[in-house]
């Protein structure tokens, strides 16, 4: 089976720019989650979604962060505009059925490069 | 307030000796408790995982783990290491703030040959 699917993998772009991450759950799980890694914060829960509908996100750094969970197969993450302060590495995970019981699967991560 | 701590940030073992990794937590109640893996360039695995019963875990590429309720530790084990060990180890923690998982600041692995 496909796993959690991430594209680009690698994006560099100017400050500014508008920004769009993608992810492709797992067929069938109902919870969708991003989140943000770097060095000096670890890994953090900026939003999660449940059969499509945004639950919590309070982990959202500001207004220029917003994302979109338009049907079960796909998510977007954007920044507008970008700031290098954005600059990390941005996963996407799903589980089935939600509870914090059930693993999370992660997709392999999109490196952002803010210039 | 739940938390999970890994005080370790940085491990270096060789190659085949053994390994623990610590990750302690803070909780009233049984946590939901994850082991993840990272890999270079990779997002995470799932180890392993402890809900309830029995409190020693086993999980994939031979690691498993010990729950101690009266220490609050859920200590990452393999007994003989391999150079393809060598990566980021995160502890995860679920308790009752919904869906969420939170993570431990994850320990580097480094292994010698």
């Known amino acids: 089976d496909a796993g959690v699917i991430q594209s680009p993998r690698h994006e560099v772009t100017e400050m500014g720019q508008e920004v769009t991450l993608r992810c492709k759950p797992i067929?069938?799980?109902?919870?969708l989650f991003w989140y943000r890694q770097t060095m000096m914060r670890g890994l953090e829960l900026l939003i999660y979604?449940?059969?499509?509908?945004?639950?919590?996100d309070s982990g959202m750094p500001e207004d220029r962060f917003s994302a979109k969970m338009p049907n079960a197969s796909f998510s977007t993450l954007k920044i507008q505009p970008s700031e290098p302060r954005d600059s990390a590495v941005y996963f996407c995970?799903?589980?089935?059925?939600?509870?914090?019981?059930?693993?999370?699967?992660f997709g392999d991560g999109t490196r952002l490069s803010i210039l | 307030a739940q938390s999970v701590t890994q005080p370790d940030i940085h491990i270096t073992v060789s190659e085949g000796a053994s390994l623990e990794l610590r990750c302690n937590y803070s909780y009233g109640a049984t946590p939901y408790l994850f082991w993840y893996v990272q890999s270079p360039g990779q997002g995470l695995q799932l180890l392993l995982k402890?809900?309830?019963?029995?409190?020693l875990v086993q999980g994939i590429k031979g690691f498993e783990a010990e729950f101690k309720r009266s220490q609050s530790s859920f200590n990452l084990r393999k007994p003989s290491v391999h150079w393809s060990d060598a990566a980021e180890y995160f502890c995860?923690?679920?308790?009752?703030?919904?869906?969420?998982?939170?993570f431990g600041g994850g320990t580097r692995l480094m292994v010698k040959p």
């Open positions: 402890y809900f309830s019963g029995d409190t």
């Open positions: 995860a923690f679920g308790g009752d703030a919904g869906n969420m998982l939170t």
């Open positions: 067929s069938g799980h109902d919870y």
């Open positions: 979604f449940n059969n499509n509908v945004p639950i919590d």
């Open positions: 995970a799903s589980s089935s059925q939600g509870g914090v019981n059930q693993p999370q699967h």
